[in-house]
């Protein structure tokens, strides 16, 4: 991209006559001017196609179709719409030029705007005059990095936490205990009560929205319903009926009543306890595919502690990223900033649709304005991480070879071969940027310095004593589940991340 000033040779083969000359000018936010100069015959051609092609489609009473004299043409639809159609043609087409003209060095994204407005230019547009205007549109930017080698990071250690493996067997014990009824004692910590209730609003005794039951099956646990509901719960005997007082988060997501104190007339109509099974090799054998109770416990012991060593070097990937981040110098063009954002919402969409809500009832014009609002600062983190690391790529030479792209995206392609929709061209691409990013992390690993942070327990590791039935581990971000999403030609949104 030039900012300096070129004039157009003649126009080619098959053109309209006149010279175009094309000036063109950086402009800040990754954008560009062209200031085009439309020599009069070129405008005069322009109107005069105009009006053919009008006097060719207009349908008007008492003439056949492409049989409209000029002067009525004038008369009914006005000089002002021909002037329009010929400004717009003579735009679109005095784009093209120009781009041909620069040799396919200007990048373009998104399309050109007449840097004074539409109308401003129509006003000053005389067929047979010379025209001058400014098309500004964004193209794709050109990042840099102010350095490369020697960046600096902090990153979290995850720890492998022994004690997980003994609450991952009791979590599944608890999903595979019977429910046998209680008698002769009131509700305690980890029953399951049936309640009748209704709830009003502390400061002015409004029912509150969905705030009632007559038989709700709930677990008496800390976290499953707003605080003060569970407590005021626990104690209570079949049969009788308490008055609660509770306190909705002001995170709750119904507006309307986040923040707000409530009060809740609770009746225990029924109570249930856990029966736990014996942790024994009966269990392991009905939770997992393992014979022994210790064989379950030695596969949840290497799965958890593969999580802990894969998401601390995620952590530290993610620390090398933000890094080098730091050294980028680029200005985000709004074209890609909103793409961006809509690819975000639409992951989001996607999301919503698995657990099988109606996105469309959901996304309401007033919730997709304000998720484009609220999307934007990460939507422009996404993109300066993606292009902090295509900086990367071109300042140090980092690339993947033909033999390894194609030896992946046959592997990739085989455990593919029986689903549907997939593009092999997006497919192959997909493959390629999610090996070039895999030698970039690498090649920051050796040209980094990394400081730990203190070691943290793999509290939230996914593990689960069932999973075992299926495979070792799981992965939701695997490199076959990322390239097939990417290569789906029914999924135009690009959910990969930098």
């Known amino acids: 991209m030039s900012p300096a000033a070129k004039t157009s040779q003649p126009a080619s083969k098959g053109a309209e006559a006149g010279t175009l000359t094309v000036k063109t000018s950086p402009r800040p936010g990754s954008r560009i001017a062209l200031e085009l100069a ?10 005069e196609k105009a009006l053919d092609s009008l006097s060719r489609s207009v349908r008007l009473p008492g003439f056949r179709k492409g049989k409209v004299p000029r002067a009525v043409l004038l008369q009914q639809i006005g000089p002002l719409r021909i002037r329009a159609t010929a400004l717009e043609d003579l735009v679109d087409a005095a784009f093209r030029e120009a781009l041909e003209q620069q040799n396919d060095s200007i990048a373009a994204i998104g399309r050109p705007e007449l840097s004074e407005g539409f109308e401003a230019v129509l006003e000053r547009f005389e067929p047979g005059q010379a025209l001058a205007f400014t098309l500004e549109l964004d193209v794709e930017p050109s990042p840099s990095l102010k350095s490369t080698k020697g960046l600096k990071a902090e990153a979290e250690t995850v720890s492998y ?18 429910l046998v009824p209680v008698e002769g004692r009131a509700a305690q910590n980890g029953d399951v009560a049936v309640l009748s209730f209704s709830g009003i609003y502390a400061d002015n005794e409004e029912a509150i929205s969905g705030g009632s039951s007559d038989a709700m099956e709930v677990e008496l646990e800390e976290g499953r319903m707003i605080p003060g509901f569970i407590e005021g719960v626990i104690g209570l005997e079949i049969g009788a009926t308490k008055t609660v007082d509770c306190q909705f988060p002001e995170s709750y997501p119904q507006e309307d009543a986040a923040g707000r104190a409530a009060r809740f007339t609770i009746t225990l ?9 014996a942790l024994d090799d009966a269990f392991a054998q009905q939770a997992s595919d393992k014979q022994t109770l210790a064989e379950l416990r030695s596969e949840l012991e290497t799965r958890l502690k593969d999580d802990a060593e894969r998401r601390t070097k995620a952590n530290r990937h993610n620390a090398l990223v933000e890094a080098l981040v730091e050294q980028l110098e680029v200005e985000l063009p709004e074209t890609l900033v909103q793409q961006e954002i809509r690819n975000l919402i639409e992951q989001t969409a996607g999301q919503i649709a698995e657990q099988g809500m109606d996105v469309k009832k ?35 030479g980092v690339s993947v070879e033909d033999e390894a792209l194609e030896a992946k995206v046959k592997e990739i392609s085989r455990g593919l071969s029986q689903q549907g929709n997939i593009d092999p061209q997006r497919l192959r691409q997909a493959v390629a940027d999610d090996l070039l990013q895999d030698k970039l992390l690498e090649w920051l690993e050796a040209n980094s310095t990394i400081t730990e942070k203190a070691p943290t327990a793999a509290a939230g590791a996914d593990a689960d004593p069932g999973d075992a039935k299926t495979a070792k581990t799981k992965d939701s971000k695997s490199k076959p589940a990322k390239a097939k999403a990417k290569a789906d030609a029914t999924d135009d949104a690009n959910t990969g991340d930098a």
Do not use: C, G, H, W
């Not at 439309?38 to 109107?47: C, F, K, L, M, V």
């Not at 609450?167 to 608890?174: A, F, G, P, V």
């Open 38 to 47: 439309i020599p009069a015959e070129r405008s005069q051609n322009a109107y």
């Open 161 to 178: 936490d022994p004690a997980r493996v003994d609450e991952l067997l009791d979590q599944s014990r608890r999903q595979m205990a019977t």
């Open 269 to 277: 109509k029924d109570l249930k306890a856990r029966e736990l099974p």
């Open 362 to 396: 959901l996304f309401t014009p007033d919730l997709v304005r304000s998720l484009m609002d609220t999307s934007r600062p990460e939507a422009k983190q996404r993109l300066r991480r993606s292009l902090a690391l295509k900086a990367l790529a071109k300042a140090e």
